[in-house]
């Protein structure tokens, strides 16, 4: 039963870590070809899988209660990340089963290595379009290169929004 459990929840993580890296991606497509739509639903899209996830890592973590319990074993109830609690429910499966287990988590571990580097290379991405930008401003504008204060007082940062005259004298 344990064995069961542990596998379905696996597989459906690592499906939804599948389609995650496929939503990744279409967002990294959205946001270079300027689709702002398509990049909010894909984000929408993305907080679904989030959730779903979060779902199934509640599921994971009742199953390790219940094993810790049917083991019974004192070393289990130290303070053990997922990763060391997966491995002591593993060692105590038959070896094909364990195989089969280790291999599903192997897969997940892999597919969530992609997902981080396609976030990574989309913040690099758009760190330095914003980079290139206030730097294009800056040189654009040179007038706007010392600080620039609100009607308030406040620091105003040098952004890409309009620049108001006022005509009135």
């Excluded at 597989?11 to 870590?17: A, C, G, M, N, R």
């Excluded at 199934?56 to 219940?66: I, Q, W």
């Excluded at 600080?147 to 406040?154: E, H, L, N, R, V």
Aim: charged share 30%; aromatic share 10%.
């Amino acid at each position: 039963m344990i064995y069961e459990n542990c596998k379905e929840i696996l597989l459906k993580e690592f499906e939804l870590i599948q389609n995650a890296v496929a939503i990744q991606e279409k967002i990294r497509l959205a946001v270079t070809d300027r689709q702002w739509t398509a990049f909010e639903d894909n984000l929408s899209a993305m907080n679904a899988v989030e959730i779903k996830l979060n779902e199934l890592e509640n599921e994971r973590e009742k199953l390790f209660e219940v094993f810790k319990t049917i083991v019974r074993e004192q070393y289990f109830t130290e303070n053990l990340d997922d990763k060391a609690r997966f491995f002591m429910l593993t060692s105590q499966l038959p070896k094909d089963q364990q195989n089969d287990l280790v291999s599903i988590y192997r897969g997940l571990k892999t597919e969530s290595i992609k997902l981080k580097m396609a976030n990574e290379n989309l913040l690099a991405y758009l760190n330095e379009v914003t980079t290139t930008l206030r730097e294009f401003v800056n040189l654009a504008f040179l007038e706007r290169g010392g600080k620039m204060y609100t009607k308030k007082g406040m620091h105003f940062s040098h952004d890409m929004s309009s620049m108001v005259l006022n005509q009135s004298f």
